[in-house]
């Protein structure tokens, strides 16, 4: 079984500019994590979905930061404009449900110059 | 709002000898409980979790954990560690819909 695939694995921009990351869920799974894991802390939670809808995006900087999941399967995170406190690891998740196991992909790696 | 504690980040353990990473949580709910290792470069993976039921919960890799609700805690151990323990650790609270807050992690190495 193909595990949680995302792109691109490294990025390097310079602040002010934007970048956008993709996430393919494992099949199947219904909801979906991004996740924002800052050099020396756990991960935070920004964004989970429910197939194509919202569930909760409370953490989530909305002024700069915004995630959609098209048809209840892929989904991107995009960063605009970029500030440098934006650089981190991002991770996507996804679990059969609210009460499944969540499965991590290897994340996408931010720095912000 | 939920959230848990790991003191120490980095945890230094001979080869063979036990291996211990304290959590103690806060949560309003009954929490769901979890820890997770990652490996360089790599995402992170499920060790084990405890939901409801025994609070003695076993999981991958020989590690196990104890929900103490009286000491709001939910240590890690392993009775020997080897080589290949040497990776990060979080520990993580859930509400039971699968938003979980994460704690700063330990840094686990191992020293031969």
């Known amino acids: 079984e193909a595990g949680v695939a995302q792109s691109p694995r490294y990025k390097i921009i310079e602040k002010r500019q934007s970048v956008a990351f993709w996430c393919n869920p494992i099949?199947?799974?219904?909801?979906l994590y991004w996740y924002q894991q800052i050099l020396g802390q756990g991960p935070k939670l920004l964004i989970q979905?429910?197939?194509?809808?919202?569930?909760?995006d409370s953490q989530l900087p909305k002024d700069r930061f915004s995630a959609e999941r098209l048809k209840g399967v892929d989904s991107t995170l995009k960063i605009q404009p970029a500030k440098l406190e934006d650089s981190a690891v991002y991770l996507c998740?996804?679990?059969?449900?609210?009460?499944?196991?969540?499965?991590f992909g290897e994340g996408s790696r931010l720095t912000v110059l | 709002a939920q959230s848990v504690t790991q003191l120490g980040s980095h945890v230094s353990v001979s080869e063979g000898a036990l291996v211990l990473l304290r959590c103690n949580y806060s949560s309003s709910v009954p929490p769901y409980l979890f820890w997770y290792v990652q490996y360089p470069n790599q995402g992170l993976q499920l060790l084990l979790k405890y939901t409801t039921g025994a609070t003695l919960v076993k999981g991958i890799n020989g590690f196990e954990a104890e929900f103490k609700k009286s000491e709001t805690s939910f240590h890690l151990t392993k009775p020997s560690a080897h080589m290949s323990d040497a990776a990060e650790y979080f520990c993580?609270?859930?509400?039971?819909?699968?938003?979980?807050?994460f704690g700063k992690g330990n840094q686990v190495v191992v020293i031969p």
């Open positions: 993580a609270v859930s509400d039971g819909n699968n938003r979980l807050a």
């Open positions: 979905f429910q197939n194509n809808g919202v569930v909760d």
């Open positions: 099949s199947g799974h219904a909801t």
């Open positions: 998740a996804s679990s059969l449900g609210f009460k499944g196991e969540l499965f």
